[in-house]
């Protein structure tokens, strides 16, 4: 089977302020060795010869992005973000051509692989409806409750952890995602608006090292698989 030829555009959201990892500055600006988590993360995508166009959503108050040598690339275009990360990727969405496939990816997860992408676009021949990167769960899951003891445990049988990026077609997911956001529904990642209009998208394993920095303990996982990733190239 031939691969379908793709328009693939890129969409970082990365206009978050980073308040749970507790920083003088945006987690994204944080470095890992000697680049920012957000250089990191654009590099991954601006290097990945599927994609044609990386656009960044920053912060209206953001002053930091004009220093990172990724501004001046000729693949990557700025917007300014939104409230919520939703609110950010439909931004976005407004300034990508309704042929084309949106990959959205989170500026906080600098680890992912040209592997795992190129998984997940050859994953479209299966999941024509779109797909994400996923991992499944390992662990015995436990709801909680307010008073800090175990309320349940959670059937763990395909229980998946969504990652980013996530794939699919920037016309349905642009008009999905601002339906979605107009009926108040609670929309965390671009599967879940695509759910919420009725669609399936595929799950495609992942690798486990593709973390969202989120904590300040998630700074020194990163670095360690950065290194690795860099070592066994
Ligand atoms: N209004 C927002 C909020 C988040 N994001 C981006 O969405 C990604 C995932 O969000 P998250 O990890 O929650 O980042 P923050 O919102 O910055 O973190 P926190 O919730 O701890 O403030 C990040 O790259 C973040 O920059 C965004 O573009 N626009
Ligand atoms: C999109 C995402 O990374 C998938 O797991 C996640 O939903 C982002 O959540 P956040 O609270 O905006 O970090």
Same mark, same amino acid.
């Given at each position: 089977m031939t691969a379908a030829i793709r328009n693939i555009v890129a969409i970082v959201p990365?206009?978050?302020?980073g308040s749970r990892m507790?920083?003088? *500055?945006? %987690? =994204?600006y944080l470095t890992i060795g000697k680049k920012t988590i957000l250089s990191h993360t654009l590099d991954r995508l601006l290097t990945h010869?599927? *994609?044609s166009q990386v656009i960044v959503a920053l912060h209206?108050?953001? /002053?930091?992005?004009? =220093?990172?040598?990724?501004? !001046?690339?000729? %693949?990557l275009t700025q917007v300014i973000g939104g409230s919520e990360r939703a609110d950010s990727v439909l931004a976005a969405l407004q300034?990508?051509?309704? /042929?084309a496939w949106a990959l959205v990816h989170d500026a !906080?997860?600098?680890?992912?692989t040209h592997n795992d992408i190129d998984k997940l676009i050859c994953a479209l021949n299966e999941f024509p409806q779109g797909a994400i990167l996923a991992a499944p769960v390992r662990d015995t899951m436990k709801r909680g409750n307010a008073n800090g003891t175990i309320e349940q445990t959670v059937?763990? @049988? =395909?229980l998946w952890h969504a990652l980013t990026p996530q794939l699919f077609p920037a016309s349905a997911l642009k008009d999905n995602l601002k339906q979605a956001l107009q009926a108040k529904a609670t929309i965390t990642d671009e599967a879940s608006a695509m759910e919420w209009a009725g669609m399936c998208p595929g799950l495609v394993t992942g690798r486990v /090292? @593709?973390? %969202?920095?989120?904590?300040? /303990?998630?700074l020194e996982l990163a670095q360690l698989f950065l290194t690795q990733q860099t070592i066994l190239k």
């Open positions: 990365a206009a978050g302020i507790g920083a003088a *500055i945006p %987690k =994204q010869p599927a *994609i209206p108050e953001d /002053d930091l992005f004009t =220093q990172l040598s990724q501004a !001046a690339h000729p %693949k300034i990508v051509d309704n /042929d !906080a997860r600098p680890c992912v059937e763990r @049988n =395909q /090292d @593709n973390i %969202k920095v989120t904590h300040p /303990d998630d």
